[in-house]
Structure formats: C-alpha cells, structure tokens
C-alpha cells in the first residue's frame, strides 16, 4: 500500500514538472506576441522601444498572460487533491501583472525601459530578477490558499521566487536553457507540493 502511494506522488509530482516543462515555455512565447500587439496598439513596432507608459501596458499584458497560463495548469492539477478555488488562477495572473506594473514604475523613475532588459538581449540577470520578484508577488498571494491545504506552504513562497529566477537566469547558457529552467520550476514547486500533501496527510493520520 505504501509502495502504491508513493508511486502515486511520484506520478504527480512528474506531471506537475513535465506539465511545466511544457507550458511554461509555450505561455512565455504567447505572452511576447501580447506584448508585441500591446506594443502595436500604441503605434510601435518591434524594433522601437516605445514609451515608458506604453512599456507598462505591455509588461503587464504579458505578464498576466504568463499567470493565466501557469496558474491554470497548476489549478487542474491541484484540484486532484483538494477543491481549490478558481482564485488560484487569478492570484497568478495578478503577482505577475502587479510586479510588472511595479517593475516598470520604478524602471520609469530611474529612466530605463524595459524592452532594453530582457532576457532574449542576452542578458538574463535583470529578467531573472523580474521574474523573482513576480515568483514573490505570486507565492504570497497563492500562499493564502495553499496554507489551507498543504503543511509547510510557506515554502511555497520560496519555490516559486527561486524557480522562477532561475527559470531565466539558466539561459545564460543560451536561450534554450529557459526549458530546463521550466523544469526546474516545476521540479522545486512540484516538491513542495508533494511534501506538504504528505505532510499533513500523515498529520492526519496520526492524530486519529
């Protein structure tokens, strides 16, 4: 029976990681296209930097839809354990947006545009840092949810700042690195998870 069981987390926490690996990478691409028509809106085109203003709309277009994408994979599969709300999806679009519409503000006051930073400009540790502090934003929100559930959910603030920073930063290695950075995302984010669904079934049990 215990054998079954781990093999069942084992099972899920490869979905979860794989389902990140994919997603991740794919929502990433669709979030650039965003940003490209956010930026076409205001008049722009691909090899123009726009304006700080019109630099916010698109980083927060963006990065509500890399949110949108990662929080509704995340959502289908926690759903197998426990009934989580649709809430988990929202809170991920709003870490990232929130962030990006911080990032950029403070970017604007110290007269740097964003588009200059990112991590395709072969520059990862900027975008690294961006992405680690929309992990912080998002892990906090989700946090509020997960402590329901899951023993320990204060990791899960600290997985998803570091899984997303390093999900950029790796591409240092090259552009490609960021699929093995999604990996890792859902590795580290993956394992908290399993841990603390474990965690507080054996709590459970024990005090039956």
């Not at 809106?41 to 630099?55: D, H, K, R, V």
Request: proline share 2%; with cysteine; aromatic share 18%.
């Amino acid at each position: 029976m215990e054998t079954l069981i781990r093999s069942q987390r084992f099972r899920y926490w490869t979905a979860w990681a794989l389902l990140s690996l994919a997603v991740i990478p794919f929502t990433y691409i669709v979030s650039l296209i965003v940003v490209l028509l956010v930026h076409g809106a205001f008049g722009f085109n691909q090899m123009e930097g726009g304006t700080y203003l019109s630099q916010t709309a698109m980083q927060v277009a963006g990065g509500a839809v890399i949110g949108l994408g990662t929080g509704l994979y995340q959502y289908l599969l926690l759903k197998k354990h426990f009934n989580a709300p649709a809430s988990w999806i929202y809170f991920a679009m709003a870490g990232f947006a929130f962030a990006e519409l911080v990032i950029c503000l403070v970017l604007w006051q110290m007269q740097l545009n964003r588009w200059q930073l990112r991590f395709v400009e072969f520059n990862p540790l900027p975008e690294a840092l961006f992405f680690a502090i929309a992990g912080l934003f998002t892990g906090v929100l989700q946090w509020t949810i997960l402590r329901k559930y899951v023993t320990g959910s204060g990791y899960w603030i600290l997985a998803s700042t570091a899984g997303w920073g390093i999900c950029v930063l790796v591409t240092v290695f090259g552009v490609w690195a960021f699929f093995a950075g999604a990996l890792f995302y859902g590795l580290i984010t993956g394992a908290v998870i399993c841990w603390g669904l474990k965690a507080r079934q054996d709590a459970a049990e024990a005090a039956e």
